[in-house]
């Protein structure tokens, strides 16, 4: 049976401002059907934003949702599920969003490990403002800011989000929606700051200044660099040069998780919090 | 009966007024002379079923606190001059979305990190003007610690009534200030809540003027699954380009706050009577010049004092009946003449504007004041 879904959405709301063709939607899909697999309540549930096309999606899904300044979603995000423990927070951002204004709260999200989950879509690009390079445009690439070719070095966003302490951390392309959902509905399950990479697609601003204007050829450049994480395990590392390594980079099992989070606390943060209260709250 | 004396720093009451009020939320980032304010919400919040955090900086604070409300938790932060200035983009959110919360800045010399440690009041006009676009302003000036526990309560009543951001300003010897003070009955203080909505979920709008300037808000997770946005919005809270629109939605904000000055508008007349001069002050300035006051009477001279506990929104018409009644109005600041600046355009040559603007992190004297109160009888 077909997935229904326009009982997430508002449907008035629609037709969305994205581009014919842009990736976004492919991981709001997604987003929903993981919903929809962890059985979460439309009410129980907050998605907030910051700024910029991704930061578009609450807008559209029929649940409280916030839309908030550029880069600054996850502090709400915190204030809210600090506020309210036992609700489902997701958070949607760009990957100028997440990580350059953004990037103070971001690596603190996940240092911090409060149990939301947050969906970076990575389109390279400031879709929004008209195509300026991001911590996330790869050497030697054009930007309305970068016209003579990129200098500026790239984040891995899931590296960062790993060594900065999220417990689950998983990237995917808009290439494979359905392994997104799989990431995603991880993510909602995992007890604990989640972060999920969909590598997305920006023919309008990053495709048109790098010869693939149309979604399609944006979407086949970014399939012909995806390297599944198992296979760039053994590759050398001038053959990962400006590759999408995809997979999950840590997961509950992880083996690497033993050693990496050895400072790592015992319990969620809200948790820890709900303990303080019980023993100091007054009789 | 037994009365509720006990000793209190300005930063306790602060703190203590909040949780009276029915704060439960705090976000917060440390800074002098600020963070003693943090510190007691972290210890007493958790007794209170109430959460605390320490973010990353004053940005994250300053969102933290305003997604706390839109929870449905009261929500406190507290800084000082660098971090009222880092607070100042989503501030102007709470203002746009409509977000009952309160800051306390307590300030400091300034610019930049300026004066940590020392007594200022350099942020009057920021907390007027600090964030970008218009919006209505509530700010309080408290002088002595009953008025910090008095008007910290009121700073969240009015957060709550008019769905703004209420802004607490103390300067920094109020906050560090300690005294014995009785605090009022609990039982007797008038505590307000967002009004909430009558109506059933499909039936609501999150900017519904239905209701009047100040629509009911509901708060996350209770059924109303609604949008909220920083961008200009209609009532549903989608965002609207709508120049008609835009423009009604801008008036009734201002309109919010202005069409109820007469409720919010708050200062002490001192020995004002007869007086042929006036000592315009607020915050810890004014209780030098209180002194001042006090020993040019036995002098027989003619001074009075209008002190300010609201200094935002000014009481204009009571500025406009001073310039045509007396011969000079005194203006103490520890800035450089931030709030003279204003009353000098109410006086338009009618009366006198003679300043007195210390900023070197050192009170004014009581004895400063007087010379000069003697200079212009
Ligand atoms: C404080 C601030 N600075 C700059 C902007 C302008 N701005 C809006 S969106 C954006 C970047 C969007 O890029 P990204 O986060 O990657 O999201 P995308 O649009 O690609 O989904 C910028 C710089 C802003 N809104 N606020
Ligand atoms: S500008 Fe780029 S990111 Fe924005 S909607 Fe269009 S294709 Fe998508």
Redesign the pocket.
Known sequence: MAFDYEKYLRMDKIPHLWCPGCG?GVVLKAMLRAMENVNWERNDTAFVS??????RAPGYIDCNTLHT???RGLTFATGIKMAQPDKNLVIF??????T??GGNHFIHACRRNIDMTLIV???N?????GG?H?P?TPIGFKASTTIYGNVDPSFDICLLARAAGATYVARSTVNKGRTLEQYIQRGFENKGFSVIEAVSN?HT?FGRKNNMSDPISSRKWIEDREIPLAKARDMKAEDLKNMVITGEFITEKSDLERWENYNRAEKEYTEAYSDIIKKVKKK | MKKNIKFYSGAELVAKAAIDAGCRFFGGYPITPSSEIAEHMAKELPKVGGTFIQMEDEIAAMGSVIGASLAGKKSLTATSGPGFSLKQ?NLGYAYMAEVPVVICNVMRGGPSTGLPTALAQADIMQAKWGTHGDHPVIALTPAYLEEVYELTIKAFNYSEIYRIPVILLLDELIAHLSTAIELPDKDLLVIKDRRKPTVTPDKYFPYDTAYGDVPPMANFFEGYRYHVTGLSHNKTGFPTTDPDLVQADQERHLRKVNANKGKIIDFESYKMKDADIVVFAYGSTSRAARVAIDNARKLDIKVGMVRLRVIWPLPEAEILKLCSKVKAIIVPEMNMGQLSNVIEKYAADRTKIVRINHVGGVPIHPSNILDVIKEVR
């Open positions: 976004i910051g700024i910029g096309c991704t930061s300044t550029h880069g951002s760009g990957d100028g969003d997440a350059a204004i879509v990575n389109n690009i400031y879709g929004m403002t300026q991001s996330t920006c601003q | 983009e």
